[in-house]
């Protein structure tokens, strides 16, 4: 039996369309070009996926950014990390991107040392309270804020939460 000409281009359209972004898998997040990110993934998807992981698929997300940075602490380490925001609410998700050969991954390493690279931190509370990476006497680690001591006589204006998908 043969299918009519207009059921396969419609199920080859909806196939094509299915969001084939994960989070809890390697991804080839973006790409620096002379200093410039350009975005591999769909950042519409992406953004998506997120809501779905983080907030049971309620749009909170609503903007997803990559930014360069040298870590906080003993010594500056430059690193490329996502960083999902929202306009609506005090709330930003940060996770480390590993570089090679110019290409920005997402990836879950083997490597239990490098736990800082396979966590998403979300940071919710109001300025300042952005995600930032210490490389501190122990190694590596995510704190929200200014503030490199966990310990705050104001705990309600910026708290942390590590995930692992």
């Known amino acids: 039996m043969k299918l009519p000409i207009y059921l396969v281009c419609t199920l080859l359209l909806f196939c094509s369309c299915a969001s084939n972004i994960s989070l809890r898998e390697e991804l080839l997040v973006a790409e ?3 200093n410039n990110i350009i975005f591999k993934v769909n950042k519409r998807e992406f953004i998506n996926e997120a809501n779905k ?15 360069s940075s040298h ?22 998700i940060a996770r480390w991107l590993f570089e090679r050969d110019g290409k920005l991954y997402m990836e879950n390493s083997a490597d239990d040392t490098l736990g800082y690279t396979y966590f998403f931190v979300k940071c919710e509370g109001t ?8 490389n501190g006497n122990s190694g590596f680690f995510w704190i929200c804020g200014e503030e490199i001591f966990e310990c705050s006589i104001d705990e309600t204006k910026c708290t942390k939460t590590l995930t692992l998908l």
Not at 127 to 134: D, G
């Open 53 to 67: 992981e983080f907030f049971s698929g309620i749009d909170i997300i609503d903007s997803f950014d990559i930014i």
């Open 71 to 92: 870590t906080i602490g003993n010594e500056k380490v430059h690193y490329y990390y996502l960083v999902l925001s929202s306009t609506t609410k005090d709330v930003r």
């Open 32 to 34: 620096v070009k002379e």
């Open 127 to 134: 300025s300042p309270c952005e995600p930032s990476l210490v």
